[in-house]
């Protein structure tokens, strides 16, 4: 079952006014905030151990013998070249060189070494344990490269972790025919899912493999199944071709060039290059290149994959149609039952648009929506087979986003009220007692709107802002809502102020050698306190004028004109 996703900012209030805050949940941060500026966390079991990802990560390693200081940029701007070329780097140039590998034109350049964009972790609020996934383990150093990004999105009570990572670099010496020697940083596959079972990391391989083929991997629940989906049938014949004159060895003559000596298909790159640079063209063309299906990968204790099964679509496919389609699983439950998204006809038309998915064996479905929606899909879903998600809607000419709970048994879809008409609000996850957490929008300005994580009780029907549930002097300010277990723990991603790091995790000061303070985002763990007590709170807010007198003309209109639910089998609660 997942426990995922999104949320963002808290405000209150028109001029200064009482507001009731029930202080019913105290703040946990999450032991990570020493390995980088950004955490998110993703997912949170019934132990309270949280998956988290982290980003702008503190400390990279640099490998000094992948860079050319021979170019000109480099002559110019390092303060001690030839201190630099030995490693001996001192913090300005330990940033010019980390900006050089992190540019947008070194990642994915085989002739730069490669930093991770993120590092993930089971966090809780004592201690952390990496999740290399793919990363290269350094017998000299004792560690891993930290060359690899990963995303850890899932994880079940006996602390088994699912997610998606870059396949380990290497590095592969080579001389061209000009006699010219380069080091070139390469892997045998962009992104690969994978699960982590124990110490043991589990490739969770594609039904096609082509140049590494692609897969990710979103939940497993408790039987050890995870969901996720890959890449399944090759739609472009050209791309294997590409691949089959990568791995030629013939020595072919240029008939335009007879004078000189025969060269191989992929010219003078070693083969390794040639299989890399097509796997990061499938990675950014694959909705050209390959068909993507939902897939439930099955473990047994140890993390072995018993069976891989290739999940369906809302739509029939002719075997003449051509056309490139993408479904996706992203949560399961205990009873097997998986959801995501599949392409569906929209309206019965033959346009195409995405929409909620729910597997249940070989059968798929989706919820019950009205004529206003434009797409939609599935987050979560818990053991009574409640599936949550959102749809997308035109909304006073504006694509809105609305969260549903749809109820498998029933087959009723209902859509909460939540803080406004115009208001988007995303569900990310929900647990085995029907409450769910998610985000959505309290201003009601045309852009740049803010949002604020939200708790919202199926049984009773009850919307409330996380925000308001702290104690009125807690420094964070909750922005996302992520995932909630069944001990109503929720894991969140909240922003607080806080001294700025520089890239080595150190404090940075101003001129007079302060502290400079800024905003910090950091993974929180929220735990319920037991008889937890309802607070006052004098809340001043001179920033969201307009916005509270938006929603507050927005509930006299619907006091005025009333709701009425809808019939057939969608329910407005």
């Not at 791309?239 to 004159?245: A, E, M, R």
């Not at 890399?276 to 204790?301: E, F, H, K, M, P």
């Not at 003449?320 to 006809?345: C, H, K, Q, Y």
């Amino acid at each position: 079952m997942k426990r995922t996703r999104l949320a963002a900012l808290l405000s209150m209030s028109l001029l200064s006014v009482s507001v009731a805050h029930a202080a019913q949940y105290k703040v946990v941060e999450l032991a990570v905030t020493d390995k980088g500026k950004l955490s998110f966390p993703t997912d949170i079991n019934n132990s309270g151990a949280v998956a988290v990802n982290v980003q702008n990560l503190y400390n990279p390693v640099i490998d000094v013998s992948l860079i050319n200081f021979d170019t000109e940029f480099l002559i110019n701007n390092l303060t001690d070249i030839e201190a630099a070329k030995a490693g001996n780097l001192n913090d300005d140039d330990y940033l010019l060189l980390y900006s050089v590998l992190n540019s947008d034109s070194s990642r994915g350049n085989q002739l730069f070494q490669q930093l991770a964009q993120s590092n993930s972790f089971i966090a809780d609020e004592n201690s952390k344990t990496l999740l290399p996934a793919f990363d290269l383990f350094n017998s000299d150093t004792g560690l891993y490269d930290r060359s690899t990004t990963t995303n850890v999105r899932g994880l079940n009570d006996a602390g088994y972790s699912v997610g998606v990572g870059q396949g380990g670099f290497y590095k592969l010496p080579y001389t061209f025919a000009t006699e010219v020697e380069a080091t070139l940083v390469l892997n045998d596959f962009y992104t690969r899912a994978f699960a982590q079972v124990n110490d043991n990391i589990v490739g969770l391989l594609p039904p096609l493999t082509i140049a590494g083929g692609l897969s990710d991997a979103f939940d497993i629940n408790v039987n050890n199944q995870v969901v996720g989906y890959g890449t399944t049938e090759l739609a472009a014949e050209t791309f294997q071709t590409n691949v089959d004159n990568c791995v030629d060895e013939t020595l072919y003559p240029d008939p335009e060039k007879p004078d000189e000596p025969p060269t191989k298909k992929r010219g003078d790159i070693p083969v390794e290059s040639c299989l890399r640079t097509l796997s990061a063209t499938l990675a950014s063309n694959v909705g050209q290149i390959a068909q993507r299906r939902g897939l439930i990968w099955q473990l047994d204790d140890q993390g072995n994959i018993i069976s891989t099964k290739e999940l369906g679509l809302l739509l029939t496919v002719d075997e003449e149609d051509t056309r490139v389609f993408a479904s996706r699983a992203v949560a399961i439950n205990d009873n097997g039952i998986a959801v995501g998204e599949s392409p569906a006809l929209y309206k019965e038309t033959v346009y195409l648009t995405s929409a909620a998915a729910i597997y249940i064996d070989d059968q798929i479905s989706t919820i019950n929506y009205d004529g206003d929606v434009l797409n939609s899909t599935a987050t979560d879903i818990n053991n009574q087979d409640l599936v949550i998600g959102y749809v997308t809607k035109k909304i006073n000419g504006y694509n809105r986003k609305k969260f549903f709970v749809h109820d498998i048994n029933t087959d009723i879809t209902t859509y909460p009220k939540d803080f406004f008409l115009g208001s988007s609000s995303v569900a990310n996850s929900i647990n085995n007692n029907g409450l769910v957490v998610g985000y959505g929008e309290i201003e009601s300005s045309i852009s740049n709107r803010r949002s604020v994580g939200f708790l919202y009780d199926n049984n009773t029907q009850t919307f409330t802002d996380l925000g308001s549930l702290l104690a009125c002097d807690s420094p964070y300010k909750i922005q996302q809502a992520n995932a909630i277990n069944d001990n109503n723990e929720i894991a969140a991603t909240a922003v607080k102020k806080g001294p700025a790091f520089n890239i080595k995790g150190e404090p940075l000061l101003d001129s007079d050698g302060v502290e400079l303070i800024t905003d910090i985002v950091v993974a929180v763990k929220l735990v319920p306190i037991e008889g937890g007590s309802v607070e006052q709170c004098d809340v001043v807010d001179t920033d969201n004028r307009d916005r509270q007198g938006a929603s507050l003309s927005w509930l006299l209109l619907l006091s005025l004109l009333g709701f009425a639910s809808r019939k057939l089998k969608i329910k407005h609660s």
